[in-house]
């Protein structure tokens, strides 16, 4: 998307904070959060299943201006799938957004491309907004295939052609996702590529979803994700294709991850 999209600041909090805690980081975001900000940034929270209506209903009473995101739904949108959640409960329980193919959902519970194009394609019927995570593993980007993976982590799950040659479906419209290029090498390890890296592989994936028919005005926001703090963020928020990030460890504190926001602003010029 364009340099001029509205940066996105998402904050996975994975399996941690429990309610009590969630509350305590939402008072801290009430006291410290810069009017600036809230004009210029979106901010969005994901908090576990258990605490998405709580949390909701916190956000609302405290009138904070963020969106929530699950972290995982079920491709189906409802039945005899225990343990298991729909779309359909998630936009009830207060979510505008959801966490859709996650290298820890995709490594650690089997999810296929296959699969997160069902969860994604089911979000969009249900009116929820899919942050679809793509990135390569270390021996992928060892073996230089870090443009293949992504292309066929996005041509799969977005469901696009993958003829190179752009094809008559100019009518494919993607405004209403979000894609985050999460290097799996880079996710909670402290390890980051280059600005310049990332650049490259978020315009791989505009050109990936050019040649699948999407215009210019209906692309994605492309967010980075994977060991994003304090001290990387501007440069990373300075490249032009970059319109917010996704972050883990640095989330956890109401503090780092307002410094965060309020870095990636003034690197916006916002
Ligand atoms: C993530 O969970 O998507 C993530 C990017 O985590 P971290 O910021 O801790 O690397």
Not at 169 to 192: F, H, M, Q
Not at 222 to 231: A, M, N, R, T
Not at 242 to 248: K, P, S
């Amino acid at each position: 998307m364009s340099v001029m999209a509205t940066p996105c600041f998402v904050a996975n909090w994975k399996m941690n904070k429990t309610l009590s805690e969630a509350c305590d980081y939402l008072a801290h975001l009430q006291q410290g959060l810069k009017q600036e900000a809230c004009k210029a940034l979106e901010m969005i929270l994901a908090p576990s299943y258990v605490i998405l209506a709580a949390v909701a209903e916190q956000i609302r009473q405290l009138s904070l201006p963020i969106a929530l995101a699950a972290q995982n739904l079920h491709h189906k949108t409802g039945g005899a799938y225990t343990g298991e959640v729909s779309g359909t409960m998630l936009r009830e329980a207060g979510c505008r957004y959801v966490i859709i193919g996650h290298s820890e959902r995709r490594v650690y519970f089997g999810e296929t491309d296959a699969i997160i194009a069902e969860k994604v394609a089911v979000a969009r019927g249900l009116g929820l907004v899919p942050i679809l995570c793509v990135g390569e593993s270390a021996e992928e980007r060892e073996n230089h295939k870090t443009e293949l993976v992504v292309r066929r982590q996005l041509q799969v799950g977005l469901e696009l052609s993958n003829s190179e040659s752009a094809s008559s479906r100019s009518d494919i419209n993607l405004s209403d996702c979000l894609i985050a290029y999460e290097p799996v090498w880079a996710i909670g390890s402290g390890k980051t590529p280059t600005s310049a890296e990332v650049e490259q592989v978020h315009c791989t994936m505009i050109s990936c979803m050019k040649s699948a028919g999407v215009l210019e005005e209906r692309m994605p926001r492309l967010l980075y994700g994977g060991s994003v703090d304090e001290k990387n963020i501007a440069t990373l928020m300075k490249e032009p294709h970059v319109d917010g990030v996704l972050a883990g460890g640095a989330s956890l504190a109401a503090e780092r991850f307002m410094t965060i926001m309020e870095l990636g602003r003034r690197a916006k010029n916002l």
